[in-house]
């Protein structure tokens, strides 16, 4: 059993009977923690525009560090851009930056950065998105290179920053820049941060 914030680390299992409520539910919720942030997002209140029970999300989540830690869980797939060669690594890597966000849902994506400037969940949610899914596969890229992990962190530290000119606040002129003259620029600044000196 979890107190406070801290996440339920033990998995739950559901039939397929309950996929319906569960996905109502991690709706619901990520309307309310964009719209609302953490703090004020309540489970009645999630349960409410879900259109179900309040006992019922307390069934599926446990708490709210738990939903919250589900609605915002993403899957990124940037393993499949591993290889050694920096140029090749680079590209591989603002292209499917830029393809996801591009033609892709990034509703997760959105509600882990909006919130993050203010709620704790949010920021430990980032972490764990860097730790478990962007730097391993730069980590394995530079297996050899002692800086492997802070390059990592200025890559993600790039993408941030168009994600929040670009796609949440919209300045320009990032905001209306081709896709495609971003992606060069992303893929150089990332090569950058692969190759030069710290």
Known sequence: MTTGHEVDSVPRRFTDR????????????RARFAADGSEKTTIRAVAADAGIDASMVMRYYGNKANLFHASASVELALIDHVTADPAQLAAGLAHAFFERWETQDNSVERLVLRTAMTHPEAIAQLQRLFDEQIKPSILAALSEDPDAELRAALIMSQTIGIVLCRYLLGLEPIASADPEVLERALRDAVLQHLTRPL
Request: no cysteine.
């Open 18 to 29: 309950s996929a319906d409520s569960r996905a109502a539910i991690l709706a619901a919720a």
